[in-house]
Every structure is written in C-alpha cells, then in structure tokens.
C-alpha cells in the first residue's frame, strides 16, 4: 500500500473512466472527496492504540504513555512507516502519537518512533568536549554522501539544514536528546527530527520525532514527558553495565550524535492535510481526460 494516496486516486479515474463508457454520470468533487475519506477512515480503523505500560522488546524497557498520547505496537508502526508513509524499511519498536491525531488523516501532527540499537556500552567521557558546531558539519556532508545510494534505490534526495536544538546531555540520568532540521526534495516544508537518546547497559533506546518544523514548539513544551516515559529495566540498565563481561561501543557521546543519519519523514502524512484541494484538483484533471479520450461530455 505503499503511496496509498496515489493508488486511490488513480483507483478512482478507472472506476470513474468505466462508469462513463457506461453513460453512467462520473464522480463529482464531493463523491471523490467522500470516497478519499472513507478510504482513509477504513486504514485508520485496522490500528490497535494501546494506552498504559507497555513492555518493550520482550522485558528490556518499560513504556508509559505519556498522557494525552497513544502507542502503536511494532506491525503497525512498520507498516505506517514503510507502506503508508513511504520510509526505507527498518526495525521498530512502535510509535506514539498524540491522542487526537492520526497517521493517515489531516489533522496528523507528529509521530514518535521508538528503536534500539544493541551497539555496547556508551562511554560518556567525551560529552563536555564536544564541538557541535564541528559534528554538524561532518553530519552534513554525511548526509550528502548518502544521497545517491538513496535515490538509486527510489527514495529522495535530502539535506540536513541544521540544529533545531542543539544536544543536551544530561549525564545524571543517562539521557540525550536534540534535534534537527532537513529539507526532503523540493518540498517547501522542513522536516523535523528530534532525537531522544536513553543509554542503557548493552544499548541505547531511541525515541526520534517525525513531523514538520511547526511541531517544534510542542515537542520541546513535551520533551520532560518523553524523557520521563521510558527507562531500562534491571539488568539492561547503563548502571548494570560489567566490564568484564559486555561490549562496549566504538564510539562515545559525540559518535552517538553523529551517527548514521537516518532522517524518516511523515511527508505523506503532512500531505494528507491538503486532501481536499488534491482531491478537487485531481477531480477537474479526472473531467478534461474523460472528455480528451471519449468526447463526451462530463457530468
């Protein structure tokens, strides 16, 4: 179902081509509208939200929803991220959204993915010693290397604008977060990425806010929410850690920022909002190739 809103649209022209070869009256702007809708209401039915404490990764971390938010588990957040939103595939632990929104409807806003990364023990020796200003620059051009690898493969090209909030560290209770800005192929609005980071014993947790740059005030008014809604449980914790008997990474603080920048998007979501204008624009394109091929006139 990748590209859904695609699919239907152009599900919609055959259905509306075959009616009028029957010299039945084709879809108008409010039944295409309508039929969008209740496309989009049938997906958004099939998911399961849960609410509460949530057991991540078979007793690893525990999850409690923040209030006035929703949890997606791992099938459905996959197939949000890969088949409704059009991301790379890749593991996910689930996704959180705020209560009254929805991944596939105009009033979505942003979506939080969970993930873990089992890469050892994260040495935070180098937190006061990093130079931000540097690693963005090298994270830009890494960015850009990766380009041509992406778009070979048919995703687009993107570039990393910047910090939207500089790394903060707090190194008490093992957690980071920080954010950044990226602009996907020629869309006019920026995409936000705000990482969250909970170091534990063999890994980091991730929480990594998918939306666009208006979201940000709301994610940092939220931020304490997030940070405080997740944590290792006993044995996965950073404080468990044993030297003489776990990994530890090849990278600090500052590789941890770094890292592989794997930016997703909710482009097709935050397109989703203007499916009133798409479907009525699309509607009087529908009507001219109607009368282009048959000759008749449209209803």
């Given at each position: 179902m990748k590209h859904t809103i695609i699919?239907?649209?152009f599900l919609t022209f055959i259905f509306s081509f075959g009616q009028e070869n029957e010299n039945q009256p084709a879809l108008d702007e409010t039944e295409l509208i309508e039929l969008y809708q209740e496309k989009m209401d049938s997906i958004e039915k099939t998911f399961s939200y849960q609410h509460g404490k949530i057991d991540i990764d078979n007793g690893m971390a525990t999850l409690e929803i923040p209030e006035g938010y929703k949890y997606?588990?791992?099938?459905?957040?996959?197939?949000?991220?890969?088949e409704i939103w059009g991301n790379p595939p890749s593991e996910t632990l689930g996704l959180l959204l705020p209560e009254n929104t929805?991944?596939?409807?105009?009033?979505?806003t942003y979506?939080?993915?969970?993930?873990y990364e089992e890469e050892g023990y994260i040495a935070d020796d180098d937190a006061t010693d990093i130079d931000y200003d540097e690693l963005?620059?090298?994270?830009?051009?890494?960015?850009e290397d990766a380009n041509p690898e992406r778009i070979k493969e048919g995703y687009e090209s993107f570039k990393l604008i910047g910090w939207a909030s500089e790394p903060y560290y707090d190194q008490m209770n093992k957690k980071l977060h920080w954010a950044k800005e990226?602009?996907?192929?020629?869309?006019?609005t920026n995409t936000l990425n705000y990482n969250i980071r909970i170091l534990g014993r063999k890994g980091v947790l991730n929480l990594n806010v998918i939306g666009d740059m208006s979201v940000l005030p709301q994610v940092k008014n939220d931020i304490d929410s997030f940070l405080n809604s997740v944590d290792f449980n006993e044995g996965y914790r950073y404080t468990d850690f044993n030297p003489d008997m776990d990994k530890i990474a090849a990278y600090g603080i500052?590789?941890?920022?770094?890292?592989?920048v794997l930016a997703k998007t909710g482009a097709l979501a935050v397109l989703l909002k203007f499916w009133k204008v798409i479907a009525i624009a699309l509607a009087g394109g529908f009507a001219v190739l109607r009368k282009r091929f048959t000759g008749n006139k449209t209803s």
């Open positions: 699919l239907i649209f997606l588990e791992p099938h459905q957040a996959n197939r949000v991220l890969t929805s991944p596939v409807s105009d009033n979505f979506a939080i993915e969970i993930t963005l620059t090298q994270m830009q051009k890494d960015v990226f602009k996907f192929g020629e869309s006019e500052g590789g941890l920022i770094a890292g592989k």
